[in-house]
Structures are given as structure tokens and as C-alpha cells.
């Protein structure tokens, strides 16, 4: 693997539902049923829009009524036959557990060797009855890729081939009309939020009211403005930052994130179960992190995108096409280091394995994530522990497999990489014990992000205490009567503060590697000593835990 170089990536794709797990969990057969009845309404509304080929056959007095026997028949059996096909490629799909195993999804292959494996691609006998020439229409990677893009393909890493080959199986196994079904539903069902209003609501509907449980459609003006941040994301960055980010906030954010970097030098070189070599290894990454704050340096630039004024579909498609040429052209290029994968407004930050960096967007370096004026104890019970958090990332399941450069290289010796599972298990056991509306966490799903949030806090936190070391008349400082250790551990609080509805909470535990807020927040500080011993927690309270049932990594 070399980080320095962009690659081609094959993965799976091409379900209706957010997850392959929603085709076989016994709780969400009613989720699946309503995914018909959602397919079947937008061949529906196609054939009342005048797609004569998906308008139901009726007879004279049943044409005065769309929702007739007939008609709806005619649809469900349409939804059924695409529903079907969408089974037998969710069997094949990796779970999202699985996916996180960087090792498992890096899979090399060069056209030639990719053909092979997806060998044949089509039963071009069915196809020769249609007059089709199987010579001039034959699929092969390296036609696809010469149609899509001028640079020489290289290396293709096909992150999921069991997927990949049962695509090519269930081309071979279904009828071109059914094929045809499946593209024309997926084709429109992409592209439902710019569609008359009917197909709008359709969507709204499924995804967001029964997946979700979202009972009112945004407005307008909030869909225009999250298409725009879609289609134009750098440039409307642009017009943040120079309107709302203050550079001095840049400066104060950067002296979090080295004082931060040191306490994780420190727990490094104290770490007891991990060998010297080892030790070594890991200070080296840690002292390699790429910190960007705020902003890019290289701004998109959209010249080659044309805007119509006249026709909103048009720009969808054009964006679309624009966007999807710039990453293309990546392929087989140097690796783009000063890339964002965040626009400026966006309130997130992320850790990069393959860049070995750190990313924290303007939009975070703002209440109640960090602010300025506030007190040092609540700027690193939030930010710190954000940064903190991106950091233990590095060192987490997923980022403890790529060095200091990116690549992706085993350098844990002996024994500690056993170790360093051993200890993770504790974190995925105690993910697996807590419940979401009678639902178990996926530990393993949600280890990563639960070993990267008890990071996070520890290190804030020593680094909080080596910043008071430096400002003693602080150490002891009461606000609101509250100690700066304890106005920590309430600032960590009170960033997981949310409202969630009981749909979209269940749909989480399903789809999202991060684990619920409750778990974020209370989970993480019921493994923190000093948490216990400041706000004097005994035995037999609700957020103690036993010292030996705790997780102690980084």
C-alpha cells in the first residue's frame, strides 16, 4: 500500500434500504413491507407523469380511478420483482462491522485480474436474441475505465468481492427487464428531492418519516440551501469563513491541539503492556499527525461547472457530473495532501489513516465546542477532548493498523497486538450491554469511536492539569461551584446533548459506528477514576464501575 498515491476503489452498492441488515432483521419486516408499497408509488407516479411504459393496463372505467385493484397490483408486482433482486445482492454485502477491518476491504487487482473475477459478465446468448452484438457491447473493467476517465487505471482495490461477483452473478440470473426496473427505480429514486412535488413527498415519506421518524418536511429554503452546500460546498466555504471565522479562534484551537499531543507523548512513554519497539513505532505517529484548522489552502475551483438558470434538474446533473469527474481524475494520481474531505461550515472533524492527519473544520471552533472566552477547563472538556478523540483514532482498532506514513503495515510486535485486542474486547462488551429502546449497541461496530471518546477525555483532561500545573491560582478555582476537573467532565456533557426521535435513534444502532450520546457521555466517564472521585461516586451508584470491568488503553 502507498499513501502517496491516489488508487481506483470497487465496493458494494445498489441497496434501497440504508443497510443490508434491513433485509433480514426479524424488527424491521415493517420497514420492509413500506419499501415496497414506496417502489411501487414511484412507478405509480412515473406512469402518472406520462412514462407510458409503467402505466397500469385498465380498462375504461377503472381509468377514472389511479388506485384500483388493478393498478395496484400491477405496481406491487413491479416493486416485488425489484425488492427481490435487491435481496439476493444484500445477502452478499459485508456488514458494516466487517467493512471496518481495513485489512479485510484491500483487495488488489488490475483490470485484467478484475475481468477474470467477474467472468462472464453477461450471458450474451439471452442478449443475441435482441439483435445485440455481444463483440461491440461486452463489458471489461478496462473499457469502463477508458469511458470514464483519461488516466491509466494502475492498482484497483475492490474492497468487497464477494459483492462484486454476486453483482455479476445476479446480472446473469435476472431478466434485462428486471435489470431495466431496477436502474430506472434507483435512477428516479435518486433523484426524488428536485422531482415534482409528488415524488418529493414519496421520498419524504419512507426516508425520513418511517426510517426516521421525522414528522415535517424542511423547508423550502433549508433543501435549496442543503442542495447549494452539495453542489458548491468550497464555495459557500468561502463565504463562512470570511464572514464567521475569526482567525485569532485558529491560534487558541491550535495550542489545545499541541497540549493535547503531549499528554498523548506522555501516555505513550508510560504505557506498561506495550514492548519498547512498539512504543517506539507508535511515538513515531503520533509525532507525525498533519494538523489542519479552519479552512483549505486549495479551494475548488468550479469553472468547468456550468449553472442553468433556467433548469434545476439540469444543475443537479451537472454537479453531479462535475463532482464525480474531479474524484476520477484522482485515480492513479499522487495523493491530494491538502484536500479537504469537510467543507469549512461543516460541524464535525475527522482523523485521515492513509494522511495521518487531523482535521477540525472552522464550524467546530464554536460553542458548545469551544469558545474562546469561555474557561480552559470547559474549552478542553470539548474541543481538547475532540481533539483528543481524533488523535486516539490513530491508535484506535481500525487506525493502530497504518503507520506514521499511511500505510497500512503491521508494526505492533510480539505480542502486543494481541494485547491491544485484548483490551479493546472490554470496550466492545460494555458497547454490547447498553440499550437502545430494547436494542443492544454492535460493540464491534461502535468500538472504534468508543475507544477514540475515552482517548479523547483522558487526554484532556492531563492536559488540562498540566495547563493548571503552569497557573496554580487556578488549580483550585471554583464557577458555579464547580472544580475545573469537574467543569471538564460537565463541558463533555454537554456537547452529547441531542433529541432524538425513536426511529432514527433504532435506525443508528443499525447504520452508525458512533454509538448513542448517552453512551458517548456517560459511558466513556464510567471508565475515568477521577471522574468517581470528584463527584464522590461509590459503589452502588448508577455510573459506577468496577475497576476491573473498566477499559484501560490509552
Known amino acids: 500500500m502507498d499513501a502517496n498515491f491516489t488508487i481506483a476503489n470497487v465496493s458494494q452498492s445498489g441497496l434501497g434500504l440504508p443497510d443490508r441488515d434491513y433485509y433480514f432483521d426479524e424488527d424491521k419486516s415493517e420497514i420492509r413491507s413500506k419499501y415496497v408499497e414506496y417502489i411501487a408509488k414511484i412507478f405509480q407516479l412515473l406512469g402518472k407523469y406520462g412514462v407510458e411504459k409503467y402505466q397500469a393496463p385498465t380498462s375504461q372505467q377503472e381509468e377514472k380511478d389511479e388506485n384500483t385493484d388493478t393498478n395496484n397490483q400491477f405496481y406491487q408486482q413491479i416493486a416485488e420483482r425489484i425488492y427481490q433482486l435487491e435481496v439476493v445482492l444484500a445477502k452478499s454485502h459485508m456488514t458494516r462491522t466487517l467493512r471496518r477491518d481495513p485489512v479485510l476491504t484491500y483487495n488488489?487487482?488490475?483490470?485484467?485480474?478484475?475481468?477474470?473475477?467477474?467472468s462472464p459478465v453477461i450471458d450474451w446468448s439471452r442478449y443475441l436474441a435482441r439483435g445485440l452484438t455481444p463483440k461491440s457491447n461486452e463489458f471489461t473493467w478496462e473499457r469502463y475505465f477508458k469511458n470514464i476517465t483519461q488516466n491509466e487505471i494502475g492498482k484497483i482495490n475492490?474492497?468487497?468481492?464477494?459483492?462484486?461477483?454476486?453483482?455479476?452473478?445476479?446480472?446473469?440470473?435476472?431478466?434485462?427487464?428486471?435489470?431495466?426496473?431496477?436502474?430506472?427505480?434507483?435512477?428516479?429514486?435518486?433523484?426524488?428531492?428536485?422531482?415534482?412535488?409528488?415524488f418529493t413527498t414519496a421520498g419524504f415519506e419512507f426516508y425520513e418519516?418511517?426510517?426516521?421518524?421525522?414528522?415535517?418536511?424542511?423547508?423550502?429554503?433549508?433543501?435549496?440551501?442543503?442542495?447549494?452546500?452539495?453542489?458548491?460546498?468550497?464555495?459557500?466555504?468561502?463565504?463562512?469563513?470570511?464572514?464567521?471565522?475569526?482567525?485569532?479562534?485558529?491560534?487558541?484551537?491550535?495550542?489545545?491541539?499541541?497540549?493535547?499531543?503531549e499528554a498523548l507523548r506522555e501516555r505513550l512513554h508510560e504505557v506498561q503492556w506495550m514492548c519498547e519497539e512498539t512504543r517506539q513505532e507508535a511515538l513515531k505517529k503520533m509525532e507525525s499527525f498533519r494538523v489542519k484548522i479552519g479552512y483549505t489552502s486549495v479551494w475548488t475551483d468550479y469553472t468547468n461547472y456550468h449553472v442553468n438558470p433556467k433548469t434545476h434538474i439540469e444543475n443537479v446533473i451537472a454537479s453531479r457530473q462535475f463532482l464525480n469527474l474531479l474524484d476520477l481524475a484522482r485515480i492513479n494520481q499522487p495523493t491530494e495532501r491538502e484536500r479537504w474531505l469537510m467543507t469549512p461550515q461543516t460541524i464535525n472533524?475527522?482523523?485521515?489513516?492513509?494522511?495521518?492527519?487531523?482535521?477540525?473544520?472552522?464550524?467546530?471552533?464554536?460553542?458548545?465546542?469551544?469558545?474562546?472566552?469561555?474557561?480552559?477547563?470547559?474549552?478542553?472538556?470539548?474541543?481538547?477532548?475532540?481533539?483528543?478523540?481524533?488523535?486516539?483514532?490513530?491508535?484506535?482498532?481500525?487506525?493502530?493498523?497504518?503507520?506514521?506514513?499511511?500505510?497500512?503495515?503491521?508494526?505492533?510486535?510480539?505480542?502486543?497486538?494481541?494485547?491491544?485486542?485484548?483490551?479493546?474486547?472490554?470496550?466492545?462488551?460494555?458497547?454490547?450491554?447498553?440499550l437502545v429502546h430494547g436494542v443492544a449497541i454492535k460493540g464491534k461496530l461502535t468500538c472504534g469511536e468508543n475507544i477514540a471518546d475515552l482517548g479523547g477525555v483522558k487526554l484532556a483532561l492531563r492536559a488540562l492539569k498540566k495547563r493548571l500545573e503552569k497557573n496554580p491560582s487556578q488549580a483550585n478555582e471554583?464557577?458555579?461551584?464547580?472544580?475545573?476537573?469537574?467543569?471538564?467532565?460537565?463541558?463533555?456533557?454537554?456537547?452529547?446533548?441531542?433529541?432524538?426521535?425513536?426511529?432514527?435513534?433504532?435506525?443508528?444502532?443499525?447504520?452508525?459506528?458512533?454509538?448513542?450520546?448517552?453512551l458517548r457521555c456517560n459511558g466513556t466517564l464510567s471508565?475515568?477514576?477521577?471522574?468517581?472521585?470528584?463527584?464522590?461516586?461509590?459503589?452502588?451508584?448508577?455510573?459506577?464501575?468496577?475497576?476491573?470491568?473498566?477499559?484501560?488503553?490509552w
Open 478 to 518: 471554583f464557577i458555579n461551584g464547580f472544580t475545573p476537573t469537574q467543569r471538564l467532565f460537565l463541558s463533555w456533557g454537554q456537547v452529547w446533548r441531542d433529541n432524538v426521535k425513536k426511529e432514527r435513534a433504532l435506525q443508528l444502532v443499525t447504520i452508525d459506528p458512533h454509538g448513542p450520546h448517552e
Open 209 to 261: 418519516k418511517t426510517l426516521k421518524g421525522t414528522q415535517e418536511m424542511k423547508p423550502r429554503w433549508k433543501r435549496v440551501l442543503e442542495n447549494l452546500e452539495g453542489a458548491l460546498g468550497d464555495a459557500l466555504g468561502k463565504i463562512y469563513v470570511e464572514r464567521f471565522f475569526p482567525v485569532h479562534a485558529k491560534s487558541h484551537a491550535l495550542q489545545i491541539v499541541e497540549e493535547v499531543r
Open 527 to 553: 471508565n475515568i477514576q477521577e471522574f468517581f472521585e470528584v463527584f464522590d461516586i461509590q459503589p452502588g451508584d448508577p455510573m459506577y464501575r468496577p475497576v476491573e470491568e473498566r477499559v484501560d488503553i
Open 108 to 118: 488488489i487487482y488490475n483490470t485484467s485480474s478484475l475481468d477474470k473475477l467477474c
Open 349 to 434: 472533524a475527522y482523523y485521515h489513516p492513509s494522511l495521518n492527519e487531523i482535521v477540525f473544520p472552522a464550524a467546530i471552533l464554536q460553542p458548545p465546542f469551544f469558545d474562546v472566552d469561555a474557561d480552559d477547563a470547559v474549552n478542553f472538556g470539548s474541543l481538547g477532548a475532540v481533539v483528543g478523540h481524533e488523535m486516539t483514532h490513530g491508535f484506535d482498532d481500525q487506525g493502530r493498523k497504518y503507520d506514521s506514513v499511511g500505510c497500512l503495515r503491521d508494526w505492533w510486535k510480539g505480542s502486543d497486538g494481541e494485547e491491544y485486542d485484548r483490551r479493546a474486547n472490554v470496550m466492545v462488551r460494555q458497547a454490547e450491554n447498553f
Open 158 to 198: 475492490v474492497s468487497t468481492v464477494d459483492a462484486i461477483k454476486a453483482t455479476i452473478s445476479t446480472i446473469n440470473s435476472y431478466s434485462p427487464d428486471d435489470i431495466a426496473l431496477y436502474l430506472v427505480f434507483h435512477t428516479i429514486n435518486s433523484f426524488t428531492p428536485h422531482l415534482p412535488n409528488e
